[in-house]
């Protein structure tokens, strides 16, 4: 992880593959570094997020956002990184 001023990277030892922003007091933006996927349906456009580092985006506003599809999309964003 490392904290930036207005949002937290994570990160392997290769390059980002994630970021974390608070955007509303009730919701934080994730954004996914995921080569190769277009934006659609729940995965916004996420150029504008981390200083463009990542490329799609979430929103999620409560833990039960984070559903099977969202963490399975997570966990293959962290294993294109490894």
Not at 26 to 54: I, M
Not at 66 to 80: I, M, N, T
Request: aromatic letters at 4%.
């Amino acid at each position: 992880m490392q904290a930036r001023k207005t949002y937290t990277t994570l990160l392997t030892p290769r390059r980002t593959f994630a970021a974390v922003r608070p955007t509303t007091k009730t919701r934080v933006d994730l954004g996914l570094r995921l080569d190769g996927v277009a934006p659609g349906g729940r995965l916004l456009d996420g150029r504008n997020t981390a200083g463009g580092s990542v490329n799609l985006r979430l929103l999620p506003s409560a833990v039960d956002d984070l559903d099977d599809e969202a963490v399975e999309l997570f966990g293959r964003v962290y294993r294109s990184t490894i």
